[in-house]
């Protein structure tokens, strides 16, 4: 590529910025959180005194963070060109759907509970329950923890989800919250919507020990969805099928009831991504790579690194397609348009298995 059109290259993306710009004034009533597509170049990123921020490395690595290509000269890497493509398919699903994705111009302290800040290291993670958000909140005890812990899995599960264990964006004020959206490198991680259901599913409803969920979701779901069910379904509900979970979600009483359950709500209702522009996306697929790369751009990658181990229980693909045989075409094309944005958001194709209307 020659120089000439990398300054092109970078013409552009300076005018969609200074365009984002524009718009997102028109957007501010109470908070702005429109956050506009950076300039690699630019010096506003603010960084830890001595050292590169995250924000730096990943939008204007050091020349280690690159590979020399043939001919000689230096391109970004294939990761760093794989999460701009991750990007810009966010960005472009909020624009065509712009109707459906913003709904709400404005968020409340309330939508950034799911924002876990990391002071240290300038990190904002937006966890994403079914998708390694345990594996990654005991990853947020040990970098913020300031020495107190050093090996994640040495971290009960239970702890991980204390929510005085980690500092959230919605506990700070408002200039607070802006600085650190403009400032911080902001990432989540996301999974193939139906597969994440159903782990959250099986997880909630087939588990024994799972009672709470058994008797604030499972005897609702066949109050409303059973027919001739026994009282003992009914005070317990615990038996709770996929089919009665399938339609208690596309049930418009119950979207006008209340939020879904953070297990199985949208990733664009949890984290936001049409108001807050996050600089990395990962996935569950590569989750390995991807969390790795978090924290080599946080500067810890030599010494801390992604928990692994083989989950036996783990929901597949495989499985997945096995639950949604008993689902009617019709329920399956009403669940679709349910996650329809996070399958176009973050890249899933529609599932080969589902037979929709």
């Known amino acids: 590529m020659k120089p000439a059109l990398l300054e092109v290259m970078r013409m552009n993306r300076i005018c969609r910025m200074v365009l984002a710009t524009c718009l997102g004034s028109f957007i501010l009533v109470i908070f702005y959180f429109q956050i506009m597509r950076r300039n690699p170049f630019g010096v506003d990123i603010c960084c830890r005194k001595g050292s590169r921020s995250p924000l730096q490395e990943l939008y204007n690595p050091t020349q280690r963070s690159l590979e020399r290509v043939s001919p000689p000269w230096l391109e970004l890497s294939n990761t760093a060109v794989l999460h701009q493509m991750r990007r810009d398919q966010v960005t472009d699903t909020c624009r065509a759907n712009s109707a459906m994705s913003r709904k709400r111009r404005v968020l409340t302290p309330n939508d950034l509970k799911h924002l876990v800040v990391d002071e240290d290291h300038e990190l904002i993670y937006c966890y994403v329950p079914k998708v390694a958000c345990t594996n990654w909140k005991r990853l947020m005890m040990v970098l913020t923890g300031r020495g107190k812990y050093s090996d994640p899995m040495e971290i009960p599960a239970n702890e991980a989800h204390v ?68 009282q003992e379904a009914l005070r317990k509900g615990d038996d709770v099928k996929f089919e009665e979970f399938v339609a208690y979600l596309i049930d418009p009483h119950t979207q006008r009831e209340e939020p879904f359950n953070e297990h199985w709500q949208t990733v664009y209702s949890l984290c936001h991504p049409c108001h807050i522009h996050y600089d990395l996306v990962g996935k569950y697929e590569t989750l390995e790579e991807d969390s790795n790369y978090v924290l080599q751009l946080a500067g810890v990658g030599s010494y801390l690194k992604f928990p692994t181990y083989a989950k036996s229980t783990r929901t597949t693909d495989e499985m997945t397609t096995e639950f949604f045989q008993n689902i009617s075409s019709e329920h399956q094309t009403q669940l679709y348009e349910v996650y329809k944005l996070d399958f176009l958001m973050f890249n899933y194709s529609v599932p080969s298995y589902l037979k929709l209307e």
């Open 163 to 230: 929510s005085a264990n980690l500092k959230t964006l919605n506990q700070y004020s408002i200039p607070e919250i802006n600085h650190r959206l403009k400032s911080y490198m902001k990432f989540l991680f996301v999974r193939e919507p139906f597969e994440r259901l159903v782990s959250a599913y099986r997880n909630k409803f087939t588990q024994k020990y799972n009672t709470s969920f058994h008797k604030r979701y499972g005897t609702k779901i066949i109050k409303r969805q059973r027919k001739n069910a026994t």
